[in-house]
């Protein structure tokens, strides 16, 4: 079984934060009060008001201001208490690591690849969970974002699964609401092989291996809910086509006689097959699962694909955003052409 004990939680920056405490509150196991499957890696204080002080480590203290530079320099800088502190907080019998940040700030996103690369050299089983910007953020946060992407596109994709959390979806609403959403889509995740009831009757199941197979095949990871198989799959990052792995869900989430379970189990083929055809080169996997954690009628999770058509696209935004910032606050000196792609904060 995936074990829900084994998981370890590390937040970085004011999102990353706030997300592993929503996720330590709600899936961690806490011990008179103070829980050991979690760390808060900080560099402002404003951050921390609600984390207790043995799971936290305080580097610098007034953030980075936004500059992915900055706050790589200030990672750079500590590498080695980062490298002790971080090893030493992380329990014996922990074998799954989930981290989250943002991209749009400076700490959290210049810290992705950093720390990925610190656990890589012990733990096989990680998953990076960066949080992609609004649609509404300007500069400097998509810069942030473009940096982030890339180098997690380049650097870590060999070492871990990245699990990209959009909170461009949720414009309307809360950050907490947000949160709650994200969290529960990578617990569901990381349990998707016990979302059946062994106690019912199931045909297919997917066991904890294929299910490992794919989550922790390393590369870009997405998690589709509700698939239309008539229409082209869209995929926000990347191309369907040249996914590598995939895992088709069909859910039963009401009481089926077994022949109601059994024309269950022929539709999913069905789909099987016309995924199957679609992405010649892919392994696809399936199951059956009885969950009320997901309310579709089915889902899908894609790995092992790169994202570099997302990343260009992202560039040619922010080149359009840098025209109107520059233009704002420097009418004279307008970026023009090539330049505009070229600008860093
Ligand atoms: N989903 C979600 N997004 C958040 C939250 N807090 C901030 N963000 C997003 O995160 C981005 C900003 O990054 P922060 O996490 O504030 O930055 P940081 O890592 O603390 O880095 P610096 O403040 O620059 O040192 C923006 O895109 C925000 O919309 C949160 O609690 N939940
Ligand atoms: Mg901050």
Not at 49 to 58: A, G, H, K, T
Not at 160 to 176: G, M, R, V
Not at 190 to 212: F, G, M, Q, V, W
Request: hydrophobic share 35%; aromatic share 8%.
């Amino acid at each position: 079984m995936l074990n829900e004990k084994k998981n370890f939680v590390i937040g970085i920056g004011q999102a990353g934060i706030s997300l592993c405490h929503a996720y330590n509150q709600k899936y961690g196991n806490s011990f008179n009060g103070i829980n050991n499957n979690a760390l808060y890696i900080s560099t402002a204080i404003e951050d921390n008001s609600e984390i207790n002080s043995r799971n936290l480590v305080l580097i610098g203290k007034e953030g980075s201001g936004k500059k992915y530079s900055k706050g790589k320099s200030i990672w750079e800088e500590n590498i080695d208490i980062l490298n002790d502190k971080i090893l030493r907080a992380i329990p014996e019998d922990i074998d799954k690591i989930i981290i989250f940040a943002s991209v749009g700030g400076g700490s959290g996103s210049s810290s992705l690849s950093f720390i990925t690369k610190i656990l890589s050299e012990k733990y096989h089983h990680i998953i990076v969970c960066p949080v992609l910007t609004f649609n509404f953020e300007n500069l400097p946060f998509s810069t942030n974002e473009i940096q982030c992407l890339e180098t997690l596109n380049q650097e870590v994709t060999s070492l871990a699964t990245i699990y990209p959390l959009y909170n461009s979806k949720y414009e309307n609403e809360s950050l907490d609401k947000i949160n709650d959403i994200f969290i529960k889509e990578v617990h569901t995740l990381l349990n998707i092989n016990n979302l059946h009831n062994p106690n019912l009757y199931t045909p297919i199941s997917l066991d904890k291996l294929e299910a490992e197979s794919v989550l922790f095949s390393k590369g870009f990871l997405l998690f589709i809910k509700e698939v239309d198989f008539e229409n082209k799959i869209k995929l926000d990052f990347g191309s369907f086509s040249e996914v590598k792995n995939i895992i088709l869900l069909q859910n039963i989430n009401e009481y089926k006689s077994k022949n109601g379970v059994l024309k269950y189990s022929e539709e999913l083929i069905q789909n099987v097959k016309k995924i199957s055809n679609r992405v010649k080169n892919a392994r696809v996997l399936y199951g059956i699962i009885r969950s009320n954690q997901i309310s579709e009628n089915n889902c899908l999770i894609a790995s092992g694909f790169n994202i570099e058509s997302y990343i260009n696209k992202k560039k040619r935004q922010a080149a359009g955003k840098v025209t109107n910032y520059t233009t704002k606050r420097k009418p004279n000196k307008v970026l023009k052409g090539r330049d505009k792609i070229k600008f860093d904060v």
